[in-house]
């Protein structure tokens, strides 16, 4: 695109559809040229292949240091004629074997296989491209978080706000409870207030119910008692529905309390125009940035799968332990 003239017609997807097409064609090309950008902007296959790889390779080494356990699941020492064990697989076990004559190495896999990188060399680096990938990565994952709140879309990680929460959530899933508990976790923290996409977190509707105890109760004023108190929070949900009936029969006008937020219309065509007039989104090498130098096109980039692999197992063992960490 080199252009925001509408009267230009554009050479690469085309929509043939013309102006009397129906709604799902209008539809079919809208998904199509947004997968496109994301194919094109936001995964990077290269990025993805690495990953695979190295969750596999670590996979196997996990697999393998599995199978050097005994039958009381320790660990021998690897030096020939040593019947040394350890309880872990550990610093103490490599350190006991580097002792002995030939001591015994085990070579780590290349930290290079373990970490998440773009391959992109010093001649091809295109700062501007990387910066508007990152934008468009690191933007499309909090839409997806929103998304999925709005959607009830339970599958989705709309509460994963803390990675040991999210861990911790995982692995009740899909470990700790029962199939029928997993699945009213994952799909019971969300409630729908009206129709379409307008689901809301459960902590989200409890403050509402708050609000509306907290105005019960100052309507008491110095009538208010433990028991007169203890009956507004059972029938709160009995009266909450009446109030919305009452104010819904007799059409009652309620002011959201939602911000309206001005059109960004005008702002975005800026943003958009300079865009396409520095031609943003096509790879140009050497073009470098001052204060944003070697920007990186992805969150991932430079993210090391091995010490998330020692983060989780660590967790396990706390879990194991009933030790959970804060």
Request: charged content about 25%; hydrophobic content about 35%.
């Amino acid at each position: 695109m080199k252009s925001l003239d509408p009267k230009e017609k554009p050479t690469q997807n085309v929509f043939v559809g013309g102006e009397n097409a129906s709604n799902q064609q209008k539809k079919h090309y809208l998904r199509k040229i947004a997968t496109a950008v994301v194919d094109d902007y936001v995964v990077d296959q290269d990025r993805n292949t690495n990953i695979m790889r190295s969750v596999q390779v670590l996979e196997h080494e996990q697999h393998a240091k599995e199978q050097q356990a005994d039958q009381h699941g320790r660990y021998p020492c690897r030096s020939p004629g040593c019947s040394k064990t350890f309880a872990h697989d550990g610093k103490l076990r490599r350190e006991h074997e580097a002792k002995h004559n030939p001591p015994i190495v085990i070579d780590d896999p290349p930290l290079s296989m373990l970490t998440i990188d773009s391959q992109i060399t010093e001649e091809k680096r295109d700062d501007m491209l990387a910066y508007q990938k990152s934008i468009l990565d690191y933007g499309m994952l909090i839409l997806n978080f929103w998304d999925a709140i709005s959607e009830g879309d339970g599958e989705r990680g709309s509460a994963t706000k803390y990675s040991l929460e999210a861990l911790y959530l995982m692995f009740q899933v899909y470990a700790l409870l029962s199939p029928q508990a997993a699945h009213r976790l994952v799909w019971n923290r969300g409630v729908k207030v009206k129709l379409g996409s307008s689901n809301i977190p459960l902590d989200l509707l409890l403050e509402f119910f708050n609000k509306v105890i907290k105005e019960a109760v100052k309507k008491l004023g110095p009538s208010a008692t433990p028991k007169s108190l203890d009956r507004i929070c059972n029938s709160l949900g009995i009266t909450t529905a009446l109030m919305k009936r009452f104010d819904s029969n007799l059409s009652v006008f309620r002011r959201s309390g939602k911000h309206i937020q001005r059109s960004a219309k005008s702002d975005t065509e800026k943003v958009v125009n300079e865009l396409v007039k520095h031609n943003a989104f096509t790879h140009t090498p050497g073009r470098k940035y001052t204060f944003y130098s070697k920007m990186k096109p992805s969150l991932l980039c430079g993210f090391n799968l091995h010490k998330m692999f020692s983060w989780v197992n660590d967790h396990k063992r706390h879990m194991i332990l009933y030790r959970r960490a804060r």
